[in-house]
């Protein structure tokens, strides 16, 4: 959506075509899709997030350099881009990591298991990436393009769905 709040569409989009997303500019999206979003009338609200994902979205706020991180996640699949407060001296990106199943999880189960994939990585992530209805803003700059095969893997006892990625855009 180009509104924070309203006028999300939810549609399904393979990880390796997510760039499309990324690439537009000043655009909002969430990685769970909405009622109302498959007619462009999604309202962001956790109350509207409709349970399963399947990407992670990591925001990271000046605590690693890009390099390092891209260097600690070496052979997992991720879309990496800048935000527009990114500086040299202070790295600000976006992580998004596929996952081999779509997890069905209620707010506070997603938040849970946000908190738990946060706490091991090697490197600090912006907390309020637990947010099940978190909005992430794009700008015209991808980092790196997903190459390697390796799927984030996820316990399959989390009720998993196999689909194409979630997306409210």
């Known amino acids: ?30 990685n769970h899709h909405l009622t109302d979003g498959d007619t462009g009338q999604g309202y962001r609200d956790t109350k509207n997030c409709i349970a399963g994902v399947n990407i992670l979205v990591l925001d990271i706020d000046g605590t690693v350099q890009l390099s390092t991180a891209k260097l600690l996640l070496k052979g997992l699949k991720a879309w990496y881009y800048t935000t527009k407060r990114s500086t040299p001296e202070e790295n600000r990106f976006r992580i998004i990591l596929p996952m081999n199943y779509t997890l069905k999880m209620d707010s506070t189960e997603y938040k849970e298991f946000i908190n738990n994939v946060i706490q091991g990585l090697p490197f600090t992530v912006d907390e309020s990436s637990n947010q099940q209805c978190k909005k992430w803003l794009t700008i015209k700059d991808i980092l790196s393009t997903p190459k390697v095969n390796c799927l984030m893997y996820c316990l399959s006892s989390l009720k998993p769905v196999r689909t194409k990625n979630a997306l409210s855009y």
């Open 1 to 30: 959506s180009n509104d924070m709040t309203t006028g999300y569409k939810s549609e399904a989009v393979p990880f390796d075509k997510l760039d499309k997303l990324f690439q537009l500019q000043d655009y909002h999206w969430i």
